[in-house]
T-cell receptor, first 112, second 111 residues
């Protein structure tokens, strides 16, 4: 079964500072990878997804970017954080075609 | 945007009673549906899924019902326990690698 490692669990960053969140996957090869953001009391907003190394699709134009340097590594970045970037960030992994996701434990980001 | 929505944002249930969580979806082309449970501060966890060629599927204490005619999905939890308190999300897969999630229903179990 798939296991997703996501870190850090919590992060407090000042406005204008850079961001790098990393997600790694075990137990599968060539997975689809996803970054979601969840605002307090809200649903899951898809930010980026990747179907392979170097392949990134952006769902929402914003201050963030994503990269997939290795098959089982997915990175979420920002050059300059905004207050509105605060939220709960979740990495997820899925197989090809129809199917569900396995989620990581999330990173709570607070931009101050 | 999110194409899957939930009828009620909150549900309060007496311990031991059955819970029913509803979900309306808008895309009739969706082939696969999933219910997730998210406890506070954690990532969502898979509960149960159902494909569009079925109308009912049962798991341990949970049942998912799918009504394609009215594009409605429900999750039934039998004998609700305190550990069932969480946010429940339905999600649909339209076979394009992406799940679309609803806003979630917060279930609170009263002792």
């Amino acid at each position: 079964s798939q296991t997703i490692h996501q870190w850090p669990a919590t992060l407090v960053q000042p406005v204008g500072s850079p961001l790098s969140l990393e997600c790694t996957v075990e137990g599968t090869s060539n997975p689809n990878l996803y970054w979601y953001r969840q605002a307090a009391g809200r649903g899951l907003q898809l930010l980026f997804y990747s179907v392979g190394i170097g392949q990134i699709s952006s769902e929402v134009p914003q201050n963030l970017s994503a990269s997939r340097p290795q098959d089982r590594q997915f990175i979420l970045s920002s050059k300059k954080l905004l207050l509105s970037d605060s939220g709960f960030y979740l990495c997820a992994c899925g197989d090809r075609g129809l199917g569900g996701y396995t989620f990581g434990s999330g990173t709570r980001l607070t931009v101050v | 945007g999110e194409s899957v929505g939930l009828h009620l944002p909150t549900l309060s249930v007496q311990e031991g009673d059955n819970s029913i969580i509803n979900c309306a979806y808008s895309n009739s082309a969706s082939d696969y549906f999933i219910w997730y449970k998210q406890e506070s501060g954690k990532g969502p966890q898979f509960i149960i899924d159902i494909r569009s060629n079925m109308d009912k599927r049962q798991g341990q204490r949970v049942t998912v019902l799918l009504n394609k005619t009215v594009k409605h999905l429900s999750l039934q939890i039998a004998a609700t326990q305190p550990g069932d308190s969480a946010v429940y999300f339905c999600a649909e897969n339209m076979n394009d690698y992406k799940l679309s999630f609803g806003a979630g229903t917060t279930v609170t179990v009263r002792a």
